[in-house]
């Protein structure tokens, strides 16, 4: 079991506002625009997937797709077109293909389970 960390502390988020603020303004005084950096940024840089980073994502292309700030905000009809999206660009990029969760779906893969104990 993962102990739960405490909440960043005030001094902290002060450090991290301090941070961002000093790196934002060296890169523009030395000329360096978001894109280009950022295109650099992720060479190489491995970063493990969780259920946040996926959901941000998620979030991401339902803001763009349909002007939803929350998922809690999609209907019925754009989840799916958001999960839709993303699976596809997902399996073409890394031949990954996720089946969206489904009260069938979950039925089934408990029968199996079941079958395979």
């Known amino acids: 079991m993962e102990k739960e960390e405490n909440q960043r502390s005030i001094q902290q ?6 941070y961002c603020t000093t790196l934002s303004e060296q890169m523009n005084e030395a000329g360096y625009d978001q894109i280009a950096v950022l295109g650099q940024f ?4 491995r970063l ?3 259920m946040e980073s996926v959901k941000n994502i998620f979030r ?3 803001r763009v797709m349909y002007g939803c700030e929350s ?6 009809k754009q989840i799916q077109e958001v999960y839709k ?3 596809l660009r997902i399996s073409e990029i890394t031949s990954i293909s996720v089946e969206w ?3 069938e779906a979950m039925s089934f ?4 389970n079941h079958q395979e104990n």
């Open 13 to 18: 988020n002060k450090s991290l506002h301090k």
């Open 42 to 45: 992720n060479e190489g840089m």
């Open 48 to 50: 493990p997937w969780t």
């Open 60 to 62: 991401e292309i339902a």
């Open 71 to 76: 998922t809690a905000n999609l209907d019925t």
């Open 85 to 87: 999206v993303i699976d």
């Open 101 to 103: 969760p489904s009260l």
């Open 109 to 112: 893969e408990n029968i199996e």
